[in-house]
């Protein structure tokens, strides 16, 4: 591809984590992740902050995302600031040197027939 795609700014309005999954771990614990896709030749450095209905945000999350790759990447797995809270509610917004394309995606395997849904983010700038 020529050109990098994207945007440099995303939201997700709507994350929640739940404290308990069904099934073997890790393919089914349950989680969302951002699908982060850098089509450009340089490496995008992205900063996430998390933000809660009843106290200040959280961040920067710092990632790197390689040039022409893509990461998937478990807001579980965050821990620096601090780890994401599981059973609270909470919104994202990612920063981007470069464009990058993000989509959000959910699994809650609370129950054994488990829930997957995708959507993307929203590219606020």
């Not at 945000?57 to 022409?68: H, K, L, N, S």
Request: with cysteine.
């Amino acid at each position: 591809m020529k050109q990098a795609i994207g945007h440099k700014v995303w939201a997700i309005a709507e994350g929640y984590i739940p404290s308990y999954s069904t099934g073997p771990e890790p393919q089914f614990t349950s989680h969302e992740t951002a699908c982060i896709l850098n089509t450009a030749d340089q490496d995008a450095h992205v900063k996430i902050w998390i933000y809660f209905s009843d106290r200040d945000p959280v961040g920067p999350y710092e990632v790197t995302v390689p040039a022409r790759r893509t990461k998937h990447l478990r807001f579980n797995d965050l821990k620096s600031p601090e780890p994401i809270p599981v059973d609270t509610d909470y919104a994202s917004v990612f920063e981007s040197d470069v464009p990058v394309v993000v989509q959000h995606t959910r699994l809650d395997s609370r129950q054994a027939a488990n829930a997957l849904l995708s959507t993307m983010a929203f590219p606020a700038g």
